[in-house]
C-alpha cells in the first residue's frame, strides 16, 4: 500500500479506482490504483483541504492485468515497479 496527500492537491469524490502515475525517463508508469481516500481541513485556511490517499500497488496484479486486457496493459520491470 502507497500513502500520499498534501496540501492543495489530491484525490476528489469519484477517482476511486483511479491510477497513481510516475514518470521515468520521458515513459509514464502506473504504481498503484486508489483505494480510498478523505480531505481534512486547515484551520488557518477556510478554503484549504489536505486529502489523504491510500493506494493498492498493482505489481502484484501484472499477471491478470495482462490477461484482462489481452496483453494491452503490460507492467515492465522497472525502478517504479519494485
Not at 481534512?40 to 496484479?61: G, M, V
Amino acid at each position: 500500500m502507497l500513502c500520499i496527500g498534501g496540501a492543495a492537491n489530491g484525490v476528489a469524490h469519484g477517482d476511486s479506482g483511479g491510477p497513481i502515475m510516475a514518470i521515468r525517463n520521458s515513459k509514464w508508469y502506473a504504481l498503484g490504483e486508489l483505494y480510498a481516500g478523505f480531505f481534512e481541513s486547515i484551520p488557518s485556511d477556510d478554503l484549504a483541504q489536505i486529502t489523504h490517499a491510500w493506494y493498492t500497488k498493482i505489481k502484484p496484479y501484472c499477471d491478470w492485468l495482462a490477461e484482462v486486457t489481452h496483453g494491452e496493459v503490460v507492467c515492465e520491470k522497472n525502478d517504479c515497479n519494485k
